[in-house]
T-cell receptor
């Protein structure tokens, strides 16, 4: 398996622009997670999905952030409008869930998208 | 919010030495996991220990869990330069949602 795929790997944009981050989880995984990592706040869970349904979005900073999972193989995280304080590395991770047996809770991370908002 | 807190924040050791880092957490857990992050990369799962387990081994890694003290330790034996990375503990309260600590940065000197 190719692992979790994220695109783009790097994004530089100007304040006020819309940013869309994409994620393809590992095939067969039931859970998908979006995280944000900064030096100041560490690794924060933004939202996670189970079988394409959002379960907990309490970590989403504000209404400017939205996430969707239209099918089992694709998810997007959108920031509109973007602000300089959104600059961070955004990770997508997936987990087998109940189909994973002994490793059901293990999370597999993508390489991340490094976002810089000027 | 971060539940797991690692100690120390940073660790520098000579190749071949052992590295030990600790993790403390606040609330009851179903399992505790350790992840490694190399600079500029995503996190990689190392080991998972369940709340009813006390010790687990995987290659050069040894993890302990003391639920009475709400703490865990990760020992890397015979360290190598390739072990240079940040190490994170993460707790799972039985809902597949992980709460990560701030991490321990380990530098292995050749």
């Amino acid at each position: 398996d190719a692992g979790v795929i994220q695109s783009p790997r790097h994004e530089v944009t100007e304040m006020g622009q819309e940013v869309t981050l994409r994620c393809k989880p590992i095939s067969g995984h039931d859970y998908l997670f979006w995280y944000r990592q900064t030096m100041m706040r560490g690794l924060e869970l933004l939202i996670y999905f189970n079988n394409n349904v959002p379960i907990d979005d309490s970590g989403m900073p504000e209404d400017r952030f939205s996430a969707k999972m239209p099918n089992a193989s694709f998810s997007t995280l959108k920031i509109q409008p973007s602000e300089p304080r959104d600059s961070a590395v955004y990770f997508c991770a997936s987990s087998p869930g109940t189909s994973g047996g002994a490793i059901q809770e293990t999370q597999y991370f993508g390489p991340g998208t490094r976002l810089l908002v000027l | 919010s971060q539940q797991g807190e690692e100690d120390p924040q940073a660790l520098s050791i000579q190749e071949g030495e052992n590295a030990t880092m600790n993790c403390s957490y606040k609330t009851s857990i179903n399992n505790l996991q350790w992840y490694r992050q190399n600079s500029g990369r995503g996190l990689v799962h190392l080991i998972l220990i369940r709340s009813n387990e006390r010790e687990k081994h995987s290659g050069r890694l040894r993890v302990t869990l003391d639920t009475s003290k709400k703490s865990s330790s990760l020992l890397i034996t015979a360290s190598r330069a390739a072990d240079t990375a940040s190490y994170f503990c993460a707790t799972d309260a039985n809902d597949y949602k992980l709460s990560f600590g701030a991490g321990t940065t380990v530098t292995v000197r050749a």
